[in-house]
């Protein structure tokens, strides 16, 4: 795992994993990465280079939060261009066997006690618990792939194990 990683709190892709990510979250990346080198860090930069020009640099406010900020910057775009990098770009919509649970899949599942819920498995930079997108390394995600409709998974959770029955996988269309 990479420091930048941390810092981030980026969930991590396990070592020799492949960085698999849509092209819609590969795009919000690099829209990312060239805001910050294009637009904010130039922005910065005269701002630290007009401070630095006002005399004492040990008490200039706008001299020290702006150094701040240009190192913040500076390992942001590092770790968007390594994740970038490393990124394999897949399609949801070519998926071939559409009855399984892979990459891109949106299931909906059950418990023993809960009504459906429905998650979609995305790339680890596309997570977001609040679209109800998860990482293809997340535990609920490593224990519904390759799963069919009907099937009973086991995931293991902090309070134990829970069981999980597939009752739908859905892909984005095919285009023609």
Same mark, same amino acid.
């Given at each position: 795992?990479?420091?930048?990683?941390?810092?981030?709190?980026?969930? *991590?892709? *396990?070592?020799?994993?492949?960085?698999?990510?849509?092209?819609?979250?590969?795009? @919000?990346?690099?829209?990312?990465?060239?805001?910050?080198?294009?637009?904010?860090?130039?922005?910065?930069?005269?701002?630290?280079?007009?401070?630095? $020009?006002?005399?004492?640099?040990?008490?200039?406010?706008? =001299?020290?939060?702006?150094?701040?900020?240009? @190192?913040?910057? &500076?390992?942001?775009?590092?770790?968007?261009?390594?994740?970038?990098?490393?990124?394999?770009?897949?399609?949801?919509?070519?998926?071939?066997?559409?009855? /399984?649970?892979?990459?891109?899949?949106?299931?909906?599942?059950?418990?023993?006690?809960?009504?459906? /819920? /429905?998650?979609?498995?995305?790339?680890?930079?596309?997570?977001?618990?609040? /679209?109800?997108?998860?990482?293809? =390394?997340?535990?609920?995600?490593?224990?519904?792939?390759?799963?069919?409709?009907? &099937?009973?998974?086991?995931? @293991?959770?902090?309070? $134990?194990?829970?069981?999980?029955?597939?009752?739908?996988?859905?892909?984005? *269309? *095919?285009?023609?």
């Amino acid at each position: 795992m990479d420091d930048d990683d941390d810092e981030f709190g980026a969930p *991590p892709i *396990p070592p020799g994993a492949p960085n698999y990510m849509t092209q819609d979250g590969h795009d @919000r990346l690099r829209a990312e990465l060239h805001a910050l080198l294009r637009v904010e860090r130039p922005k910065v930069v005269e701002i630290v280079s007009w401070a630095a $020009g006002n005399g004492d640099r040990s008490e200039n406010g706008d =001299y020290q939060y702006g150094k701040k900020r240009l @190192r913040e910057i &500076d390992r942001r775009a590092r770790f968007l261009t390594k994740r970038l990098d490393a990124a394999e770009i897949v399609d949801p919509a070519r998926q071939t066997q559409r009855d /399984r649970v892979f990459f891109g899949a949106t299931v909906t599942y059950i418990t023993a006690q809960d009504a459906p /819920r /429905r998650i979609t498995i995305l790339g680890a930079d596309e997570a977001d618990l609040g /679209r109800g997108a998860v990482s293809l =390394y997340a535990p609920i995600a490593r224990a519904l792939l390759r799963a069919r409709v009907g &099937d009973a998974v086991t995931l @293991r959770t902090p309070a $134990g194990l829970t069981e999980l029955e597939v009752v739908a996988i859905d892909y984005p *269309p *095919p285009l023609v």
